[in-house]
Structures are given as structure tokens and as C-alpha cells.
């Protein structure tokens, strides 16, 4: 039976105080203890705030989870009930100048609204899960906001490899981010890790400047990575100029469609074991379109009771770099590159046209110019996602009809 996520932020029936700020310092006064229920509502300006020494006490993205990690923290949130909003136009801008930038931990309901988050600073420790957004124990709606240029310094940025991510989900989380605008950070867009759960919808996340591992710049690592055990739907987003696309890793179970993926560094969707872990990925209805290495890869050795299927999905112009031909790489550079696949992962329905292969032996799909633009012309009439008509694929269309 097909799984499916669904997460309830109910809200806590305590009556909530409007409390307005208009400073950087009375913002971080305010949160310096645990908060009962409170509504903030910031006003249009800039908020530069001070960094604040702290220990994580796990590491997110570690073998052993049992690990201290020392890191700097922005803003921290901790509360039964609280809503962050900021302007509707977007002139509430936080400068978080650390690499845990609005940092939620052990809290009941945390809402966050129309904030333009941005001026991370990449931690020293390359273990701490450095984002615009850490969620720790917590559950939150992360909803209209921009989460821009968070990059750190370049130095330390290289030398860590992973550098500042737009949103983290944590041990024992339960998010909903939807609606936003995760636009040149230095690390993964959206990230989940142990134990978290998420809806992520209608989002950008697009890396800009296409940085790889060793330069520091928008676009490094995952647009969206779903790992360890987290769970989440991933449903109508635009992914975009990323190193990677989406990443199904370990044992994460995730169901994703109608998203549109283009104009990646190597793959587009990976679903991978790792080589220890049974992913489940349902990923259906996907565009993926202007890859350098595979369009995507499916690589999971065992079977099980549930793996997945991977049906309905466009497939356009990938494999495009020589670069990439070694499988040693990435993936088998070819537009679906099946490593290993249980029997009851079904792939069906898949279209595919103009794609790229390294040698001869690898599989081809591709069909005519004609028999694509009749495919997708029916396929498209069950695409929504609101994001099609900017996308660079929209484009690319427009010159075959």
C-alpha cells in the first residue's frame, strides 16, 4: 500500500499576545527565555543581529548522532505557541550574521511569515547543520518568506565542503514550508535529517550560481536532500541551478510530484540506499529537464514490502555533460540510470526525448520530436504546478512547437 504523509500543526488553545518590534536588540531580548504564546510582528527595517554562542547536543547529519557540536545561533526560538511575521512586502529583513540563523528548538507551534532571511556565516565546525532555518524538537509553518545569499566566507566555506543550507529539519520535527523564495545559499535549499517529517510545496529553491564543492557560491549540494529516516511530500516546486536536484538517500520515505527540476550540475532525482538503507520514493508526474549527468538514478539493492515506483515523469535533455561519462562519477550517464532495482520498484509511462547517452550500450528512450510534443500534450493536461510558465523547460517548449 502506497504511504502517505500527512502532518497537523494543531493549534494550542492558549490566547496569543501581539507583541511589535521594531529593533535587532529588542528582538533577541525578547526571545532570550522560553515564551508561552506570543504573536511578534516585526516592522520594516533590518535587523542585524548578534551572534550567540551555543553546543547542539546531536549532530544532525552524523554516523553517530550522539555528538556535541559548537555553533552560532542567530535568533532562538523556544515556546508553546509562537508567530514570527514580518512585513507583507518583504521590508522585514534579518541579518543573521551565524551559522544557525533563526535557530527553533522544543517548541509546541512556531510560525514564521513574510521574513527575508539572509547574511548567514558559515560555522567552523563542518558537523553543524549550518541553515537560514534549523528545526530541532520542534513543529513549524515556514510560509512566505525569501531566504537569500546566506553564502559565509569563501575560505571557510571550501574548507568544510558543506557551507550554509535555506531550511533544516531536525530530530523530531514536524514541518510545513511552503510558498517560499530559497534563492542562492551556499548549501542544500531544504534539507531533513533523522526523524523529521515535512510538507514542502509551491516553493523556488534555485541555487543561482551553480557552485560545486569547491567553489563557494549559491547552488552547492542538494536543492532538496531527504535522508537518514525523514519523511516528506514533495510536491510542486521549482528546483533549479542546483549542484543536485532531489536526493530520496538511506531510509527516507518520500513521496514527490509535479515538480519541476532543470538546469542541474549532474543529476536530477537520486534514490539511493547508500548502501546500509531501504529509501521508499513515489515519484511521480516530475519534469526533469537540462541535467549534466543522469536525469535520475535509482539505486536501492534490497526488496521489501514497500519500495516505490517511479511513473509519469518527463525526462528532457539530460546527460548532457562529457564530464560526467564515468559512471564513476555520479550515475550511468544516461537519462534513467537503474544501478540496482527491487522488483517491486515499478517503472512505467515514463517519457523521454533528446537525451543524452556516454556509450551505445546505455539504454535510449527517446522518441521522436513529434511523437514527444503529442506525449506531453496529454501528460501536461494533469500537470499543475504554478511555476510551469517561468520555468526554463516552458521555454524550451515553445521552440518545438
Known amino acids: 500500500m502506497k504511504r502517505i504523509l500527512f502532518i497537523f500543526l494543531i493549534g494550542l488553545s492558549v490566547q496569543a499576545q501581539d507583541f511589535f518590534i ?24 533590518i535587523y542585524d543581529l548578534q551572534p550567540i554562542q551555543i553546543i547542539d547536543s546531536t549532530c544532525g547529519n552524523c554516523q553517530n548522532p550522539d555528538t556535541l557540536i559548537n555553533a552560532i545561533a542567530g535568533l532562538i526560538l523556544r515556546g508553546k505557541s509562537i508567530k514570527l511575521i514580518g512585513d507583507e512586502n518583504y521590508k522585514t529583513i534579518i541579518k543573521t550574521n551565524s551559522g544557525y540563523g533563526i535557530y ?12 527575508v532571511i539572509t547574511g548567514g556565516e558559515r560555522d567552523t565546525s563542518g558537523m553543524a547543520t549550518d541553515a537560514a532555518i ?33 531550511i533544516c529539519g531536525r530530530e523530531n520535527s514536524q514541518l510545513v514550508i511552503r510558498n517560499n523564495k530559497i534563492i542562492r545559499n551556499s548549501w542544500d535549499g531544504i534539507t531533513l535529517y533523522r526523524d523529521s517529517e515535512a510538507i514542502i510545496e509551491d516553493n523556488i529553491v534555485d541555487g543561482v550560481d551553480k557552485a560545486t564543492s569547491k567553489i563557494a557560491g549559491g547552488g552547492r549540494g542538494v536543492a532538496i536532500g531527504i535522508t537518514w529516516n525523514a519523511k516528506a511530500t514533495v510536491k510542486s516546486n521549482l528546483l533549479k541551478r542546483y549542484w543536485k ?27 539511493w540506499d547508500a548502501g ?9 508526474n516530475n519534469i526533469i529537464y537540462n541535467t549534466g549527468a543522469c536525469g535520475t538514478s535509482i539505486s536501492r539493492e534490497t526488496g521489501g514490502e514497500i519500495t516505490g515506483h517511479y511513473k509519469n515523469n518527463i525526462l528532457v535533455l539530460t546527460g548532457q555533460n562529457p564530464k560526467y561519462d564515468s559512471p564513476d562519477y555520479y550515475c550511468y550517464q544516461c537519462a534513467l540510470a537503474i544501478h540496482s532495482q527491487p522488483e517491486s520498484f515499478h517503472i512505467s509511462d515514463n517519457i523521454f526525448y533528446n537525451n543524452r547517452t556516454a556509450t551505445d550500450d546505455l539504454p535510449n528512450y527517446d522518441l521522436s520530436k513529434d511523437e514527444f510534443v503529442n506525449e ?7 500537470f499543475t504546478n504554478k511555476f ?8 524550451y517548449l515553445t521552440t518545438l512547437k
Open 22 to 45: 521594531n529593533s535587532s536588540e529588542e528582538l533577541q531580548s525578547f526571545f532570550k527565555s522560553s515564551i508561552d504564546s506570543a504573536i511578534v510582528i516585526l516592522a520594516p527595517g
Open 376 to 382: 506531453f500534450s496529454i501528460w501536461e493536461s494533469n
Open 276 to 284: 546500509i538503507g531501504n529509501p521508499i520514493g513515489f515519484i511521480n
Open 134 to 166: 534549523v528545526i530541532k524538537n520542534s513543529r513549524a509553518v515556514i510560509e512566505n518568506n525569501i531566504i537569500k545569499d546566506n553564502i559565509g566566507d569563501s575560505s571557510q566555506v571550501v574548507r568544510n565542503v558543506v557551507g550554509i543550507m535555506g
Open 388 to 395: 510551469f510558465k517561468i520555468s526554463d523547460f516552458y521555454n
Open 245 to 271: 536536484g532531489l536526493g530520496i538517500f538511506v531510509d527516507a520515505e518520500v513521496e514527490a510530484e509535479l515538480n519541476i527540476i532543470e538546469d542541474m550540475l549532474t543529476w536530477g532525482i537520486a534514490y
Open 104 to 115: 527553533v528548538l522544543n517548541s509546541g507551534s512556531v510560525e514564521l511569515k513574510n521574513l
